[in-house]
Each structure stands twice: as C-alpha cells, then as structure tokens.
C-alpha cells in the first residue's frame, strides 16, 4: 500500500509540473495544450468579469465595425 501511495504522489507531482511547463513555454496553436491554456484564460476572465454582453448580434457588429473603422 505504502508503494501505491508513493506511486499516486509522483504522478500529481508530476502533474503539477506538466501544468506549470505548459504556463511557461508557448504551446503550438491548435494542439490539446494551446485549447487547455486558452479555455483557462478565459475561464479567469470571465471569474475577473473582463469580458463584455451585447445585447444581440447587430450590437456587437456595430460595435466591432467602430473598432475597426469601417
């Protein structure tokens, strides 16, 4: 039992490192990696309230067309 239990520590630290390499270095866009890092940034913002409600689609449209000058 003692074996197993030691076995269960390595594998989260392990864990543990994986997570802390995939902040580090930049993962290619599109991989498994690139998806987990982009759904956990905006999975903060949205718990840090930075994102924005539109009221409908034609609002947002509206709204990207300012930005973009057009």
Request: net charge negative; proline share 1%; aromatic share 12%.
């Amino acid at each position: 039992m003692s074996l197993y239990r030691e076995v269960v520590v390595v594998r989260e630290a392990v864990e543990r490192l994986y997570k802390r390499i995939v902040r580090v270095l930049p993962a290619k866009e599109g991989t498994e990696e690139w998806w987990a890092r982009e759904d956990e940034l905006a999975m903060e913002d949205y718990r840090t309230g930075k994102y924005t409600e539109y009221a409908s689609v034609d609002e947002y449209v509206k709204v990207m067309e300012k930005k973009l000058g057009l």
